[in-house]
């Protein structure tokens, strides 16, 4: 496969996490599934695992899934293609952390759903709900460390817009972390997806530049 062939591919799988994750959590909800917070009451955590979920929940869930699969491939790309080394190693190791704490609430859910109506207490319901999303908040350290990394590789590589940006989001996804019971703070999620559909893009792009003005020359 060629440079440029490859380059495309990893950042179509970039953009593929992104719209897979997005497309998870849709179909999950419009087909019945749950939606709760840490600041969610036990009664409301109780009456909306109260019934069984329907099929569209379980597709949900693996559409879900195979997003970590295409954000992991994205994230050794683009760190490679940012000049790797060191920082690129534990820009690597966080989004490897990162997909891991987001799989375990993503089952964590799940078997929350399997159970949804046979018979679950108010309590053991409302306590699995609570480590689903503490796995979900946690998960944001690491995505956290993942854009300091590759913010600090792209300034390296003197793409200052890529660096500062995935720097902020950084910045403020911490921020959002020491708040995770404000409903507000759980749509910071939408600047870290803003980021990895920008930098496939951009890193993608410039590979084809290049290699046109190789081809040029």
Known sequence: MSGARQDRVFAACGIASVALQLGGFVVGAASGGATVTLASSPAKVGQAFANPVGTGVWVGAYIGLLSFAAFLAFA?????????????????????????????????????????????????????????????????????????????????????????????????????????????VQNTIVLWFIWIVWASISLARDERVSAEAVAVA
């Open 76 to 184: 050794v790309w683009a760190t490679a293609r940012l000049g790797g080394g060191l920082i690129g190693g534990i820009a690597r190791t966080a989004a490897t952390t990162y997909a891991a704490l987001g799989i375990a609430a993503w089952c964590v859910l799940d078997a929350l759903e399997f159970r949804a109506g046979h018979g679950m207490s108010t309590q053991l319901t409302t306590a699995l709900s609570n480590v689903n999303e503490a796995l979900y908040v946690g998960s944001w350290f690491p995505g956290a460390v993942f854009l300091l990394a590759a913010g600090t590789l792209a300034l390296t590589a003197a793409r200052r817009a890529l660096g500062w940006s995935a720097i902020a989001a950084a910045v403020v996804t911490l921020a959002g972390a020491a708040a995770p019971m404000n409903d507000l």
